[in-house]
């Protein structure tokens, strides 16, 4: 992709602007139509203000297309300078345009195009094109300012490549769309609409370092970016290695957000609700049938909620969002203050200080190409966990296993979407959000109800409930009123930088977070504590019976008893009286080398002829479950990928090598979380079986056990 | 099989080796290919067919599993072609523009997907391992010239359309790759004239006909072709590189226009990373 920067002139003062399509930035500040595509935009109906497009002066268009990202680059290094350079006395004595040519000539020697710099009068001359009294005749065409408003419903709270955004307006609007779509783009960017920038460039402001560059949709930098030759731009540019896999984001890529406006009913409605109090609530409660602990944590969820779109509708309405600290400038996009973040032209926080010299040696730190060290040498950038300002936003559920977590959003889902906002269902696990779809279609049978994974044929669409897999997050910006995230400790959203950028943007800016989990991260449970993360327990399963706390029993590894090929007689005990009092085992190993052979071992000694081993890698997997489920198979030897999700009604437990490096407190406790889940059979067994008791063993029986005294506590044992 | 000549291209090639080794990062962690964890130090002899010192990065960047399955072209019946079955492309057509050709891999499904990643879904991380891969098959080529090496390298030009879109073309890099093991120059000779039309709608002549004013030759490379040709007082021998042969029309094409521009001046081997 390829764009063009201008010079503009108005309100007194000289700004620098990238474009893709120059002729629609001409007509839309100097051509006759100004005025009219103004009225065409409905959200800016009755916002009118005189600035929009005919207070400009004049402009001066670099007529040499530059590759996309470099435009960006230019202009807001230029816009940087000029900033700087307005606390002084006078902007000098240079022409603004002829500092733009010398800013384009040194990004582009840096690149190694030129070998000098072409600052000279001449080149100033060939390369500059003034708009102004004779662009009077401009004028979008009919058809761009048709396909603009509709890609402005399309585009509302995405986050697209350039060549996705493309597809999909093309694909909405016919192949006449080919050529018109880029105009259709800039025209919106014109109107506050959406912003465009480059896939892969200089960090915007916040806690990220200021220079360096990072992918905007999946947040990676460093050693996750690669420079290659591209023809596309000419140049050697980076591209983004992890999120290959859903298109190529790279430098001179284009990467369109399209901007959410929450209806205000979202905001404002709730100030008569909150004066309804705790009434609105329970009875909502009850209505879900939920327990009274599942009740008492959905209330108080409840409660944040409204809180916080409660102060972001203040916030929206005195116009004083400044996530980054920056001010707020003089800009066309004015009236769209809420998002202040998004429509003002990026300008990266330490930038001021990378350019207050601009000496080429700065500049070319900036730019330097990243060293091709793999990346799997160095480790991750540092995590993107929220820091204790940012907890301010987030709720969590903490809910034991077999709580009914999902139960328990629905009242929050309820109240978001009777005012006409959106939600957001995001679970790392695909399984989960397929499982999920259509308890949500009965339980909400007016939403529309949108269900994406990959490969989900959904994937365009936009509905008032949105379910999706973390993965699928990258493709929103700022989309929704409320964000609900489960299970954020699975695999393999936890430990995913990654997917926590993808969370953490999804949402309006100030709205409100819930998160479930049964095993929060250590962090977590820590800001928990300590009050700076807002948060509910929920320490019953739904059938108010407590949680079976695993006994500690002394064995030898497994890999003592494959080699010697005989399972120890206190772990045969346990599963022989298992299977006559009639329970489904489920038996944990670490490896998956082991499962086979533990399964073989115990197939020999035990009475019953259903055993059966399952992995990751087994392909029989989803089969296998199955017949367990059918309690065609008794015993299942397995790994942690069934320590979530399979919930059998009549279940014992049994982790061998619970001492093992890949078994955490967290795994443990899940693991244990799969006994005792039905109210028929909530007594199920569970039992480490170990060399050793290590601290993950006790820290995962205190964990149990503290949860069953809470809500023995808190009356909520039957 | 093993005659004088591998070893001594080997040799050669290791040589070169050793000098960009240095510059190599070191041997990531995950395979290229699969991301599976590699597991260090292991033996891993015989799973390349040349022993691996010969192929260090391909041996350095993929698990056992990956390196297991690549299905080298070993068996050579047709001497035109280098494919391991009789072909009747090759027999049908009485002249060709270009030598013979010889490729890596057989075009699998599993190959087809590790050219898609890099391809299309632009892993151009996989590039100079591809390019390694090609590596036999030059030595396969060198031993058929009797030991006589090439002037140069140069590959299949991709349409301007296509490298907007895609950014590279995967033959140029891994020619460039190529290039840089066997100690030569890339020369870039060709022009793709268009997009190439749905072939399939077309006769078998209609194909080769058209197919042959698909590519051009620029006055340049013809002029630096012809001098080199006067200046050596011999045809310039010229390695053609491509990701994949299948009739053989698109090699067929490069080699008539490179023939054309340089008045019969070259000889045109050609070297693709599948066969299928
Ligand atoms: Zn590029
Ligand atoms: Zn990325
Ligand atoms: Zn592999
Ligand atoms: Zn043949």
């Known amino acids: 992709m390829k764009g063009n920067v201008y010079l503009l002139l108005r309100q007194g003062g000289w700004e620098a602007r990238a474009t893709i399509a120059p002729e629609v930035d001409e007509a839309y500040w100097f051509g006759r139509t100004a005025a009219k595509q103004e009225e065409d935009c409905p959200s800016r109906q009755g916002r009118r203000e005189e600035s929009c497009g005919g207070d400009a002066v004049e402009a001066w268009l670099y007529k040499e297309e530059l590759p996309w990202g470099q435009a960006c680059l230019a202009a807001d290094l230029w816009n940087s300078q000029q900033r700087g350079a307005a606390g002084r006395a006078g902007p000098g004595r240079q022409h603004p345009f002829q500092r733009l040519a010398r800013l384009v000539a040194e990004l582009q020697e840096l690149d190694g195009r030129r070998q000098s710099p072409g600052i000279a009068r001449e080149a100033r001359q060939q390369l500059a094109c003034r708009w102004g009294e004779r662009s009077r005749g401009a004028a979008v065409s009919e058809e761009t300012a048709g396909l603009a408003q509709l890609a402005a419903g399309l585009l509302q709270g995405r986050a697209l490549l350039g060549c996705e955004a493309r597809d999909l307006l093309v694909g909405a609007a016919g192949p006449g769309a080919g050529s018109s779509w880029s105009g259709a783009l800039q025209l919106l960017s014109l109107l506050g609409q959406a912003r465009l920038a480059g896939a892969v460039a200089a960090g915007d402001g916040g806690r990220r370092a200021a220079g360096e560059l990072r992918c905007r949709r999946c947040g990676s930098g460093g050693v996750c970016l690669r420079r290659t030759r591209c023809y596309a731009c000419g140049r050697m540019c980076a591209y983004c290695e992890a999120c290959l896999m859903m298109g190529r984001s790279r430098e001179c890529e284009l990467f369109v957000t399209g901007v959410y406006t929450p209806s205000d009913a979202v905001g404002k409605l709730f100030c008569d609700q909150a004066r309804m109090g705790r009434s609105h609530n329970i009875s909502t409660g009850k209505a879900w049938g939920l327990s009274p602990a599942q009740e008492a944590a959905a209330a108080q969820a409840l409660h944040f909620i409204e809180l916080k779109l409660q102060q972001r509708s203040v916030m929206d309405a005195s116009g004083v969002v400044s996530t980054n600290g920056e001010q707020p400038q003089p800009c066309p996009d004015r009236d769209f203050s809420h998002d202040q973040q998004q429509t003002v032209p990026v300008r990266h926080l330490g930038q001021d200080q990378l350019l207050k010299t601009s000496t080429r040696s700065s500049l070319k730190q900036h730019l330097q190409p990243h060293s091709l060290i793999s990346r799997f040498t160095q480790k991750l950038f540092s995590s993107l966990l929220p820091n204790r300002e940012e907890w301010a936003h987030y709720f969590l559920l903490w809910a034991v296993t077999g709580a009914g977590k999902t139960e328990m959003i629905f009242p929050l889902v309820e109240t978001v979407l009777a005012r006409g906002g959106r939600v957001l269902i995001a679970s790392p696990r695909r399984d989960v959000v397929i499982e999920l779809d259509p308890r949500l279609r009965k339980a909400f049978p007016e939403a529309s109800v949108v269900t994406l994974y990959g490969g989900s044929e959904q994937r365009w669409e936009r509905g008032s409930i949105t379910l999706s897999t973390t993965h699928q997050l990258f493709r929103f910006h700022q989309a929704f009123d409320l964000v609900v995230i489960d299970e954020l400790d699975a695999f393999p959203y936890h430990g995913d930088p990654m997917l926590h950028y993808a969370a953490g943007k999804c949402g309006l800016p100030g709205g409100p977070t819930v998160l479930l989990s049964a095993t929060p991260p250590r962090e977590m449970q820590a800001a928990a504590k300590s009050g700076r993360l807002a948060h509910a327990r929920v320490p019953v399963r739904f059938h108010r019976h407590p949680l079976p706390v695993p006994r500690l029993v002394a064995s030898p590894p497994v890999a003592v008893m494959l080699a010697g090929r005989k399972a120890p007689p206190v772990l045969l005990k346990a599963l022989r009286e298992s299977i006559q009092r009639g329970a489904q085992c489920f038996v944990f190993v670490q490896r998956i080398s082991q499962t086979e052979g533990m399964a073989a071992l115990l197939a020999k000694a035990l009475p019953c002829r259903h055993v059966a081993a399952t992995s990751s890698q087994d392909p029989e997997r989803a089969e296998k479950v199955k017949r367990f489920r059918a309690c065609d198979i008794r015993v299942l030897v397995t790994t942690t990928i069934l320590e979530r999700g399979v919930t059998i009604p009549r279940s014992d437990v049994y982790i061998l090598d619970a001492d093992g490096r890949l078994f955490d407190e967290a795994s443990l406790v899940q693991m244990a979380g799969r006994a005792g889940r039905s109210a028929d059979d909530p007594f199920g067994r569970v039992a480490f079986f170990a060399k050793e008791r290590n601290e993950s063993q006790l820290r995962a029986v205190r964990h149990i056990a503290g949860m069953n005294k809470a809500a023995r506590r808190q009356g909520y044992l039957r | ?276």
């Open chain 2, 1 to 276: 099989m093993n005659s004088g000549w591998i070893q001594l291209a080997s040799r050669l090639a290791r040589g070169l080796l050793h000098k960009s080794m240095e510059l190599l990062a070191p041997a990531p962690a995950e395979c290229l290919v699969c991301s599976k964890p590699k597991r260090a130090g292991r033996n891993r002899d015989g799973l390349l067919p040349y022993g691996y010192p010969e192929l260090p990065l391909l041996a350095a960047s993929l698990c056992s599993s990956c390196l297991k399955a690549i299905p080298w072209m070993r068996r050579i019946v047709c001497p035109v072609c280098g494919r391991g079955v009789h072909c009747d492309d090759c027999s049908r057509r009485s002249e060709r523009a270009f030598m013979i050709n010889r490729s890596a891999v057989a075009y699998n499904p599993a190959m087809r997907e590790w050219l898609a990643l890099y391809k299309y879904r632009g892993q151009e991380r996989l590039a100079p391992m591809l390019g390694e891969m090609l590596l036999p098959a030059c030595w396969l080529l060198m031993r058929q010239m009797g030991g006589k090496g090439w002037d140069f390298v140069t590959y299949v030009p991709i349409s301007e359309e296509r490298a907007m879109e895609r950014g590279f073309n995967q033959a140029e890099e891994i020619a460039g790759h190529i290039a840089g093991k066997l100690g030569l120059k890339v020369v870039r000779t060709l022009k793709r004239t268009r997009h190439a039309g749905k072939m399939s709608f077309k006769t078998r002549r209609e194909r080769i006909s058209e197919a042959k004013t698909l590519f051009k030759m620029d006055e340049q490379s013809s002029r630096y072709i012809r001098q080199m040709a006067m200046e050596r007082g011999r045809e310039i021998r010229i390695l053609l590189v491509d990701d994949i042969y299948t009739t053989g029309s698109t090699a067929e094409a490069c080699a008539y226009a490179i023939q054309e521009g340089s008045g019969g001046a070259a000889a045109i081997y050609v070297a693709t990373w599948a066969r299928s």
